[in-house]
């Protein structure tokens, strides 16, 4: 383990579905991100969190919500994905927005159907 | 803004000879480029990094180099093995908040 937990590991959820990604970390780290990992792209910055507060949103579309209630947890909430939404969905943590390295999570396997 | 590329995609090596994977960064003014390896079933693991004030890093069979100049920096992993075997992405990123760019990933095999 790295110190940053996400779950479920696997997610299948059909196109009217609501469902949430969660992700925790105990690193006393103060920024959280959301990364989108999809075959043959680089990863793709979705969110950024810094002391609970969103600092970025990355062109990303609406039926993505992501949440953060404490320093510590961070939410990704979906409703009505479309099928090319499935991919790996990677959570990090950095002691804060100026630190260089990364801590990630194992990720959220989703599958939109 | 900034794009790396990264070669090769897919790389394939004996157990015991080296692996080099190149990337390249478009903007100057980037200054850390970290090296994340992911394993199957896992997320990307930080295991080295360099910055534009050195032009080599080593840490045990892997090293990183930096030319600045040319804009380029390498990945060298020395006595491959078989545990090596996993996808590496280079980054590039620039002082202060700034978002990392990532590299499209190389898959490494290593044969015993």
């Known amino acids: 383990e790295t110190g940053v937990t996400q779950t479920p590991r696997h997610l299948v959820m059909g196109m009217t579905n609501k469902k949430s990604l969660k992700c925790e970390q105990h690193?006393?780290?103060?920024?959280m991100y959301w990364y989108k990992q999809s075959a043959k792209k680089p990863l793709e910055l979705m969110f950024v969190?810094?002391?609970?507060?969103?600092?970025e949103n990355n062109s990303v579309p609406s039926r993505f919500s992501p949440e953060c209630p404490n320093s510590s947890h961070l939410f990704l909430h979906l409703h009505t994905l479309q099928p090319e939404d499935s991919a790996l969905y990677l959570c990090?943590?950095?002691?804060?927005?100026?630190?260089?390295?990364?801590?990630f999570g194992s990720g959220t396997r989703l599958t939109v159907v | 803004g900034e794009n790396v590329e990264q070669h090769p995609s897919t790389l394939s090596v004996q157990e015991g000879d080296s692996a080099v994977i190149k990337c390249t960064y478009s903007d100057s003014a980037s200054n850390y480029f970290p090296w994340y390896k992911q394993e199957l079933g896992k997320g990307p693991q930080l295991i080295i990094d360099?910055?534009?004030?050195?032009g080599e890093k080593k840490d045990q069979r892997i090293a990183v180099t930096l030319n600045k100049t040319a804009k380029h920096f390498s990945l060298h992993i020395t006595e491959t093995q078989p545990e090596d075997s996993a996808v590496y992405f280079c980054?590039?990123?620039?002082?202060?908040?700034?978002?990392?760019?990532f590299g499209t990933g190389t898959k490494l095999q290593v044969i015993p």
């Open positions: 360099i910055r534009s004030n050195v």
């Open positions: 690193l006393g780290h103060n920024a």
């Open positions: 990090a943590s950095s002691q804060d927005l100026t630190a260089d390295g990364y801590t």
């Open positions: 969190y810094s002391l609970e507060e969103r600092v």
């Open positions: 980054a590039a990123s620039k002082p202060g908040y700034q978002k990392v760019t």
